[in-house]
């Protein structure tokens, strides 16, 4: 409904997410839907994945980030009392960067 944040992870597939509905889309690299996870209980912004393939996604309503298995499913929260999460990244060295959008802070995890 509402696109919002795009990342692609190692195999190629296409990870959007929908900020109105609460979901996350996956696509191949053709644009074929794959699958969907989440439900409007959410508010997804932000997402990447890590060098494992591990979903990261910055949930804004419940303001947290959380980590995924490849197949959407959680795995455990991987950053907690943030205002308002929105983009998230990993880095090169395995550090989880989080944007809190209403601190105006960036914030480095070393281990998430």
């Not at 929260?77 to 960036?106: C, L, R, S, Y």
Request: aromatic share 12%; glycine share 10%; proline share 3%.
């Amino acid at each position: 409904k509402y696109p919002w944040y795009v990342t692609v992870n190692g195999e190629g597939d296409v990870l959007v997410t929908d900020f109105d509905g609460g979901h996350v889309y996956m696509y191949n690299e053709k644009g074929q839907h794959l699958d969907k996870f989440g439900d409007e209980s959410v508010c997804p912004f932000g997402i990447c994945t890590d060098s494992s393939g591990n979903i990261i996604l910055a949930e804004m309503r419940n303001r947290k980030v959380e980590l995924m298995d490849k197949e959407g499913y959680f795995l455990r929260n991987a950053a907690t009392g943030i205002e308002w999460p929105q983009a998230v990244a990993v880095t090169t060295q395995g550090q989880q960067v989080v944007t809190d959008f209403k601190n105006h802070k960036v914030i480095v995890y070393n281990n998430y």
